[in-house]
């Protein structure tokens, strides 16, 4: 699904070069290293606080903590992403309240937000899946009449912009209270382990997380909440430091790639390829567009609308072709997140994605050849 090394061979030289300075330093916990790819990814994002992590299931988990919710709050959520985004909440003793997504663009439904408030609600968490911005002119309004926080999940979605209707412009992640993201290697701005950060404009809040990922200490020994210990490695932050001058370039690529699947797919009856909905003009009429960055493609998801996914995958697996369901279980019909409060006919969309998905190989390494192969390897199958 990704090429990593490719990738790697790319940029060695700067990578080994910049891991050499940190052994050399011996500073592997934050330190100058992580406080400069602070500073950088500040300034890329035009986002006042950066705060590095862990990973991205801490980045939520700290971001809703920094928000001061309390257990029993309620969070809305898409029932269509990643567990981790509801597991945090889940472990913070808050309830997570999942509701439907859109069938074009996956994310989170904003009739379907407006529905699940109650006098209970205290945040909203839109993911940007796949790359691809939720609906956050319409969130922002929602959570503005509501008085509700917008964490935005943006592990997706790092670098990519979103355009209001008055046409201003914001880097995912930047728009809400606070954004986590996840610098897991897959990810679009991926390290060689774990690591993740949080981002926020309220000093006041950035203020109370930094003291939350390092054991609620806001000075040495004085512990004035519960924290937890989420840090950066030094080694992880080299990495990254080496990447983010190609952050633009490699969501680049990863637009070109799918506009070649897109273009590939065209003739094909049986699959929708993915819509790009956006404010921005240029948009209107195509169907994708490479000239701006408000998808970054962390996932090309085919939705195969003949009733064949499964016998697809498993035709691609016996090829050894790449491929991957994200994903192929509704959380609201998980096992841990399981509620009486659910009704099945308020997640049509979920159901049916589920039964539909399929993501084909996408990173920064595809060439022409290799999509043209699984284009056409799909489209004889699925005649
Ligand atoms: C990857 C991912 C996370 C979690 O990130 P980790 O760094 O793996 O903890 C959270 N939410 C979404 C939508 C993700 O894709």
Redesign the pocket.
């Known amino acids: 699904m990704v090429d990593l090394k490719g990738q790697y061979e790319k940029i060695k030289e700067s990578v080994n070069s910049s891991i050499l300075k940190v052994l050399d330093s011996t500073a592997f916990v934050n330190g100058p290293e992580v406080h400069q790819f602070q500073k950088e990814l500040e300034a890329y994002l035009g986002v006042k606080h950066v705060i590095p992590c862990a ?3 801490d980045a ?1 988990q700290i971001a809703m903590m920094g928000l001061g919710l309390k257990p029993g709050d309620e969070v809305i959520t898409a029932d269509f ?2 567990a ?2 509801v597991e945090v909440i889940a472990l913070l003793q808050l309830t997570p309240v999942l509701v439907d997504v859109y069938p074009d663009t996956f994310n989170i439904n904003t009739d379907a937000i407006r529905k699940a408030i109650t006098p209970k609600t205290k945040a909203i968490i839109p ?1 940007h ?1 796949f790359g691809q911005c939720a609906n956050m002119e319409e969130i922002l309004a929602i959570a503005n009449e509501h008085n509700l926080f917008i964490i935005e ?1 943006n ?2 979605a790092i670098g990519a912009n979103y355009t209001f209707k008055n046409g201003t412009t914001k880097k995912a992640g930047t728009m809400g209270h606070v954004g986590a993201t ?1 610098f ?1 290697p897959s ?1 679009n701005l991926g390290c060689y382990g ?1 690591g ?1 950060a949080i981002f926020t404009n309220d000093d006041e809040v950035a203020h109370l997380i930094r003291g939350i990922v390092n054991h609620g200490m806001y000075e040495r020994y004085y512990h004035d909440v519960v924290g937890v210990n989420s840090r950066l490695d030094a080694i992880q932050a080299a990495v990254l430091r080496a990447k983010l001058p190609n952050l633009n370039a490699y969501n680049k690529a990863r637009q070109e790639a799918s506009q070649k699947y897109t273009t590939a797919f065209q003739n094909c009856k049986h699959i929708e390829t993915p819509k790009v909905v956006t404010n921005k003009r240029c948009h209107q009429e195509a169907g994708i567009c490479s000239t701006c960055d408000c998808h970054v493609f962390h996932q090309y998801t085919l939705k195969i609308i003949n009733g064949k996914r499964d016998a697809l995958a498993k035709h691609l697996a016996e090829l050894q072709i790449p491929h991957g369901v994200y994903y192929p279980i509704p959380l609201h019909s998980q096992k841990a997140y399981k509620d009486s409060r659910y009704n099945e006919a308020d997640f049509p969309v979920t159901n049916q994605l589920v039964k539909e998905v399929i993501s084909l190989p996408m990173h920064t390494e595809l060439d022409e050849e290799q999509i043209r192969f699984i284009a056409n390897t799909i489209i004889e199958f699925l005649k």
Do not use: H, I, M, Y
């Open positions: 990973n991205g299931t939520l992403t990643f981790a985004t993911v899946l999940d592990a997706q996840s897991f990810k774990d993740g």
